[in-house]
DNA sequence: ATCCTACAATGGACTTTGTCTAAGTCAAGG
DNA sequence: CCTTGACTTAGACAAAGTCCATTGTAGGAT
């Protein structure tokens, strides 16, 4: 976390009491918050904050590849502060609950060339999609 | 496609002039199109249909399982109908090209118990990013 | 320690995607 | 060909996200 701090200071960024709290915000595991859940959470810590500087503020940690980007839920998008090491995603489809999870294997190597159309694959996202203990026993 | 009008009657479903045109407008291989497209697409067959009906007949068709939901893009959902046989996707990510693929292995198979944190998994979504032979070449 | 200035934050308007509702229309059975 | 409940419509509304002109400030320069 101050890691990635450190990190970005290195890389030329200025360092304001906005992008510590979104950082600070988004720091943990099993973290995938929506936008407008960092901006909850920061505004508890920052008052003033407004909402088009965690959106700036998000969109510049996915560009530099501190944070991804993810789609599990339909509606907004979540973001993952896990971005150091490859993973994938189990939801539960009831209450929408998210881990990340780490399959066997390598589904990039599963698509036969003939089946890329010529297409250069760089990467591949695996939602895998059930229900939660939680939801099973209600 | 006539097929799919038939099973929709025998299932109860009132056959309008909407409900064709969207049907219709949803045919062929690797078709893939947002709610607007196919609205777009729809008010030039049949010009006064409206927006809430297409999404409304969207919405049905993907009830009825006769219609595939898909989020690869990160704005709207998609609607495949090619819903009766299981595939994933292949994005291009400059331009969101899409096609329809199958990958060998069964991707479900990959997630061992440790990583199922409980969860009864039922399904799998599968996304291949990269560059479409055109957008490499331009 | 203070000053400067380019970079960052603000808030409000705007866009896109999708949902809802009240009123009007029509497919299909009798 | 009438009736009726299911379907469609237009437009208001909502949620998620973007844009922009203005104001503020981090951090190097003095």
Redesign the pocket.
Known sequence: MSDLLERL?ERG???????RVVAEVLDGDHVHL???EVHARAVQRLP??????V???L?ELVSLGEVLEVSTDR???RYDPNAHQPHQHLVCAQCGAIRDVHPSGNPLADLPDTERFGFTVSDVEVTYRGTCPNCASA
């Open positions: 200071r960024w200025r360092l304001t009491a906005q992008r929506t936008a407008d003033e904050i407004s909402r088009a500087t959106y700036n503020t969109g509606r907004a998008k």
